[in-house]
């Protein structure tokens, strides 16, 4: 396929929104808040925060122009940076893992995504009277799972088969502002409930006892990559959409900002309606720590909305529909991953490339669902707090040390030529190649390190 014909964003506000849409998911509005809870609250925000800006968006920002900068899928961008027989290798295997990775995540991704459709339908059903129904359809059994694993496959693939402008950028149009809107009624509601304020200042007030403590360090570097997409070519991908007329540094500053911004809300309401249901007799805490989040989402939270009387239902579909929506959008970027990398590398067209993507992933979903216990964790293991970090560390390397700097300086500042003289762009490069990969590796050797000394 060549340049010209290649799919791309129509619009600044599609690509911002499908980018964002991808940022946004259920690392934002599950795993923030609760991390942010158990980690010294504003401390670990501002550790976040400080992480976000320092290391997530210098790396986002270098994966999307290389993608922008290579117009292909993730492993044909990485060998355009370079000539060498060596560079072309390495574009091979970061490439191809950065593919595995994001297959990886969406197998586990999608099951969890699976529950939340499921959480979402289970109220219909009993506000209709079918208790029994509703009851099997939340009980997160095997039988429900399978069946709402391949629910969420078919809402991905119907999105991923249409393409870039007609699927990812129409759908992100349309879904986040309407998650935008669920989760701004949901916060509002949750904060004047009774016991919000303890959850509030729980959020908010830092502890900074912890600042220092190298597993808040840790897990807010996790929960960077992971909330940023980093590392599994999906952000790689959607630059190789986007028009060299754009400011680059610019939308991905507004990517960067709509997903802390979202991360930070999410924490308004979660933290605040865990409060809201110890209020209301439900434990909430386990050895003076907080439930873990899987339990939080699926346990706390419904029954905190049982309790609501009337408003149950329409509290309960809302917020099972909000994390519906942040998964969706999130997933179709996994998926345009390997089918981008189908289409292009072996000339098959769109609409089979995404059917055969989407089917391997949901077969290794399903093989998931089939093993939970022995699986589920070590997969999720695996492919975010290993392959993910190891990944965007490879191709931030790559970029940095790779690619000619003054390639990718034109990439970068392609959209907005005054940039090229800027302080930023003197330091870029210096950044990308020597404090990007230096802070990642001290935070990887230190977990490792960590983990081997229990
Ligand atoms: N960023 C998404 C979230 O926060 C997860 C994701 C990871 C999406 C990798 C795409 C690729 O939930």
Redesign the pocket.
Known sequence: MSDSERSQFKSKLGFVLAAAG???????IWGFPSKAADNGGGAFLLVYLILIFLLGYPMLLAEMAIGRYGQSHPIGTLSKVTPSKIGKTAAFFIGGAAIVT?TG?YSFYSIVSGWFVAFTTSPIFSAIGCDTTAAWISSQKVMPNVLFTLIFAGMTLFVVIQGVEHGIEKWSRRLMPMMFAFMIILTIFMIFQDGAMVGLKRYLVPDFSKVFNWNLIISALGQTA????LG?G?MMVYGSYLNRNENLPRLAMQVTLLDTGVAFLAGLLIVPAMYVAQNLGVEILDNGKLVESGKLVFDVLPTLFSKLGILQYPVGIIFFALMTVAALT?SI??METPAAFLSEHFGINRRLSAIISTSIATFLSLIIVLNFEKLFGTVITLSTEYAQPLVSLAVTIYAGWLWKRNKALNEVCAGNEQLANSLLMKIWPWYIRFVCPLLVIVIIVKSIYDKING
Not at 226 to 229: A, G, I, K, R, Y
């Open positions: 991808s940022a946004v998911g259920v690392g934002n994001v995540i992971f909330s940023l997409s599994s999906a999130s970027s996994m």
